[in-house]
């Protein structure tokens, strides 16, 4: 079992930054296909991948938001950081923090992030 605590959200105008914090109760990346990330939800559509980093530090972003998006992590602290540069109202979204381990998924509670135009 593992938790995933998110802060860092909530409420920028477009243009702005915000960097999003995801702790985990315990260490995550043991085995070369253990993840973590984020993905993000919009009103009204599914939950999409945003970034994820595995053990051996391969990144995967959706496609749009590399370049303004940035994963990065403090493995003594068993914390993943997503910076967000040049925020749009599109990126208005509930972000939820993500792991894979030991073959399992496990999510965050989600954060609210609110880019005003």
């Known amino acids: 079992q593992v938790q995933l605590v998110e802060s860092g959200g909530g409420l920028v105008q477009a243009g702005g930054s915000l960097r999003l914090s995801c702790a985990a109760s315990?260490?995550?990346?043991?085995?070369?296909?253990?993840?973590m990330g984020w993905y993000r939800q919009a009103p009204g559509k599914q939950r999409v991948l945003v970034a994820t980093?595995?053990?051996?530090?391969?990144?995967n972003y959706h496609g749009s938001l590399k370049g303004r998006f940035t994963i990065s992590r403090d493995n003594a602290k068993n914390t993943v950081y997503l910076q967000m540069n040049s925020l749009k109202p599109e990126d208005t979204a509930v972000y939820y923090c993500?792991?894979?381990?030991?073959?399992?998924?496990?999510w965050g509670q989600g954060t609210q992030v609110t880019v005003s135009s």
């Open positions: 993500y792991t894979y381990l030991f073959g399992n998924d496990y």
């Open positions: 980093i595995t053990t051996d530090g391969s990144i």
């Open positions: 315990r260490n995550i990346f043991l085995n070369r296909m253990d993840r």
